[in-house]
T-cell receptor, first 113, second 113 residues
Framework: GENVEQHPSTLSVQEGDSAVIKCTYS??????FPWYKQELGKGPQLIID?????GEKKDQRIAVTLNKTAKHFSLHITETQPEDSAVYFC????????????FGRGTSLIVHP | NAGVTQTPKFRVLKTGQSMTLLCAQD?????MYWYRQDPGMGLRLIHY???????AKGEVPDGYNVSRLKKQNFLLGLESAAPSQTSVYFC????????????FGQGTRLTVV
């Protein structure tokens, strides 16, 4: 089955700095890579996703990059703000099967004002 | 549009007691999932369903049972609760025709004493 590794487990930055979270996956057939943000006391919510036919995708201050050859993808947050503080999860899944996503263990991002 | 609703939000059980967690979605999604979230372990899949009347085991199914009698509902049962089942439980749902995001409920915090 798919295995997703996520690093770091904790990331502390100053407001205005950039933050990068990295994930690797094992199944070369995986083709959908979403990122979820979980705020305290809430369920995870999709913030951005990327499919295997795209190398990079941006949405305002967040971007995701995908390297299919190396089987890794990353979340980039620029100009971090205190409200970006949350737990972030990466996931991977593949078409043709049961579409069940496999999640990384999460990164706790802390943005200090 | 309520999305994914979990009932209850909090529960305390004594060891050996049983209970059922209810998940309801109003988006006509085919796929539904139950995850547990523990510190440092991320989201681990307990059971999932790819349609009404079908269920399958995930990564950590022992001690849990599920049923999907109606498309909009996915029930998670604990027959004899153990302290190791103290966790936050999340239900999620998604479409089946292509890889798309999973929508999560707000979670159920379960404590087994």
């Amino acid at each position: 089955g798919e295995n997703v590794e996520q690093h770091p487990s904790t990331l502390s930055v100053q407001e205005g700095d950039s933050a990068v979270i990295k994930c690797t996956y094992s199944d070369s057939a995986s083709n959908y890579f979403p990122w979820y943000k979980q705020e305290l006391g809430k369920g995870p919510q999709l913030i951005i996703d990327i499919r295997s036919n795209v190398g990079e995708k941006k949405d305002q201050r967040i971007a995701v990059t995908l390297n299919k050859t190396a089987k890794h993808f990353s979340l980039h947050i620029t100009e971090t703000q205190p409200e970006d503080s949350a737990v972030y999860f990466c996931a991977a899944s593949r078409a043709g099967g049961s579409y069940i996503p496999t999640f990384g263990r999460g990164t706790s991002l802390i943005v200090h004002p | 549009n309520a999305g994914v609703t979990q009932t209850p939000k909090f529960r305390v059980l004594k060891t050996g007691q049983s209970m059922t967690l209810l998940c309801a979605q109003d988006m006509n999604h085919e796929y539904m999932y139950w995850y547990r979230q523990d510190p440092g372990m991320g989201l681990r899949l307990i059971h999932y369903s790819v349609g009404e009347g079908t269920t399958a085991k995930g990564e950590v199914p022992d001690g849990y049972n599920v049923s999907r009698l109606k498309k909009q509902n996915f029930l998670l049962g604990l027959e004899s609760a153990a302290p190791s089942q103290t966790s936050v439980y999340f239900c999620a749902s998604s479409w089946t025709t292509k890889n798309t995001e999973a929508f999560f409920g707000q979670g159920t915090r379960l404590t087994v004493v």
